[in-house]
């Protein structure tokens, strides 16, 4: 019937096994019960042979009925006739004289709660016992002694959490530091390569003498890239049988793409020294070179290239051209426009070993006046801020109105139109565009 037991072995209630998430019904809890008619002096004995028992839980036909703790109990019991008024009456009648405010919390309650829950009592209940329901009609005594030890105990785990973290922080912060010294060393290194190939590929374009020296044509070429270095390629390369022009677009752009230009613009003119002049056999070889480097740089690019022969025939000029790119515009001096689609003129450069049963050829005369104009995707598709496309037909439309103007001219309304229609937008793509005029 009177019985004190701390319950750790069914609670767990050491300190070392506590853990942020701890709960009351893992601390030491007393299980002291007495039925509330049993006189005092009962309580008397218990307590004097259990010193450490905080209290005792007054029951009712084994019902709870109240808590009796062992600091006001012994207060009654020590004052004048406190023995003789309480010893041997019901705890019933004492109880009804001391009765204070208790703190329930249920087993589940969180440890920082409960003792925060305790620290906001009064401070004539602070140090009172704290009844705990482990379940419906179970209930257990926690020294308020035992709350305060346990509540240090966990501050003392969240301090070495915190510590473990901070010194956790401070290694990855490191390793975070140390990487971004490593990316920055590299982002020099890839800026300093990346640099190297845009002189390169901006060192192989046609300079503005080259192409004033053309005696024929009047030619004027625009190229911006989206990135530091293009995937857009053009060149223009005398001979002494005309001129080989070339017009191209490589998948992506960046330095792959731009390395790609430079290796197409090598092979053009190493196979123009050749003399090679049969447009199928040109292709072929080139395209054969460029596959073989792709493959070699275990790379996915490849481009749509457009190579065309020009020659004069008395006043008038000829282009033949063959390969698959966009379409080739022949403004007339009388304000008419010929679109010709190069789609069964070739195929793209570097996406198969063998392209010869793909390409084919065709002549347009260029009379006095007379312009072909030249581009890459980059116009086309350049968006307005609203994502629009810039389009074919408005091309179209400012090189027809800008006819009788100069090479240079055309080139430069067409720009000038352009980025207006970009307006703020970003360019995603490189920006190719040439301009060739049959001169009188």
């Not at 002096?41 to 109240?66: H, M, Q, R, W, Y």
């Not at 973290?165 to 982002?187: F, G, I, M, Q, Y």
């Not at 092979?267 to 050749?274: D, I």
């Not at 080139?411 to 490189?430: E, F, H, N, P, S």
Request: with cysteine; aromatic share 8%; glycine share 6%.
């Amino acid at each position: 019937m009177l019985e004190s037991q701390p319950l750790s072995e069914f609670y767990g209630s050491s300190l070392e096994d506590l853990n942020l998430n701890s709960r009351l019904k893992d601390l030491s809890l007393y299980d002291l019960q007495i039925e509330v008619d049993l006189p005092g002096d009962i309580l008397v004995e218990t307590f004097a042979k259990n010193p450490l028992i905080p209290g005792a839980i007054l029951t009712e036909s084994e019902n709870f009925f109240g808590m009796i703790s062992r600091r006001r109990f012994l207060e009654i019991m020590s004052r004048p006739y406190g023995i003789e008024l309480f010893s041997r009456r019901p705890l019933r009648s004492l109880y009804t004289f001391i009765e204070t405010d208790l703190l329930y919390s249920s087993g589940d309650t969180p440890i920082f709660e409960a003792a925060r829950q305790c620290l906001q009592r009064s401070p004539e209940l602070l140090y009172e016992p704290i009844v705990v329901e482990l379940s419906p009609k179970t209930y257990r005594l926690l020294d308020v002694h035992k709350l305060l030890v346990a509540q240090a105990r966990l501050y003392e785990i969240a301090t070495f959490l915190l510590q473990q973290r901070t010194a956790e922080l401070d290694r990855a912060n490191a390793e975070v530091t140390e990487l971004n010294d490593r990316l920055k060393a590299e982002n020099l290194r890839l800026g300093a390569e990346v640099d190297v190939a845009r002189k390169l590929q901006q060192m192989l374009l046609p300079k503005d003498s080259e192409l004033d020296a053309v005696r024929d044509l009047d030619i004027s070429g625009y190229m911006e890239p989206a990135d530091e270095v293009g995937g857009d390629y053009y060149d223009i390369l005398p001979h002494d049988r005309g001129l080989k022009i070339g017009i191209g677009d490589v998948t992506g752009h960046g330095l792959e793409s731009g390395v790609l230009t430079i290796m197409v613009q090598t092979a053009v003119r190493t196979l123009l020294a050749t003399r090679e002049a049969d447009p199928v056999a040109f292709l072929s070889t080139l395209n054969q070179t460029i596959f073989d480097n792709v493959q070699r740089m275990n790379s996915d690019r490849h481009l749509t290239l457009a190579l065309l022969d020009y020659w004069s025939d008395g006043n008038s000029g000829r282009l033949r051209l063959s390969g698959q790119h966009e379409e080739v515009l022949i403004l007339r001096t009388s304000g008419d426009l010929e679109r010709i689609d190069t789609i069964d003129l070739g195929f793209p450069i570097g996406l198969d070993e063998q392209i010869g049963d793909f390409i084919s050829e065709i002549t347009v005369t260029l009379d006095p006046g007379d312009a072909a104009i030249l581009y890459t995707d980059g116009i086309t598709e350049a968006e307005d801020e609203d994502g629009n496309f810039y389009g074919l037909d408005r091309l179209c439309e400012v090189a027809c109105r800008n006819a009788h103007k100069s090479a240079r001219e055309i080139r430069q309304a067409i720009v000038t139109d352009l980025r207006q229609y970009i307006g703020r937008q970003k360019v995603y793509d490189d920006i190719t565009l040439l301009v060739l005029k049959q001169k009188p």
